[in-house]
């Protein structure tokens, strides 16, 4: 399983951005995908999550109403489309898979495959 992840870059308070992750080795009827972040200093954390199948989508609540994970079968790629950004948004956001559990976990050790990560900057 491959993930690339792209989108970040840097916008003001309230902005939006689009993040993506192209999955390869992996499609929605066999791997839960994941989106996490990780601040300087702090420790990863869950954002949102689909499960097998695409039918269940979850949001830690932090990002609840301003976040929406969505998938697109043609392309095996899930994107997070992110609104009314905030400063504490800013992080390294990664995505994640995994083949063993239906439902997306929010816990990163239950994750077996990783992207690169991709920088979303917030500024005030």
């Known amino acids: 399983v491959q993930l690339q992840a792209s989108g970040g870059g840097l916008v003001q308070a309230g902005g939006s951005l689009r993040l993506s992750c192209a999955a390869s080795?992996?499609?929605?009827?066999?791997?839960?995908l994941g989106w996490f972040r990780q601040a300087p200093g702090k420790e990863r954390e869950f954002v949102a999550g689909?499960?097998?199948?695409?039918?269940?989508?979850s949001y830690a609540d932090s990002v609840r109403g301003r976040f929406t994970m969505s998938r697109d079968d043609a392309k095996n790629t899930v994107h997070l489309q992110m609104d009314s950004l905030k400063p504490e948004d800013t992080a390294v956001y990664y995505c994640?898979?995994?083949?063993?559990?239906?439902?997306?976990?929010?816990?990163?050790?239950?994750?077996?495959?990783w992207g690169q990560g991709t920088q979303v900057t917030v500024s005030s």
């Open positions: 994640a898979a995994d083949v063993d559990d239906t439902y997306a976990p929010k816990q990163s050790y239950q994750y077996h495959h």
């Open positions: 689909i499960s097998w199948g695409g039918t269940i989508i």
């Open positions: 080795g992996c499609t929605f009827s066999t791997c839960a």
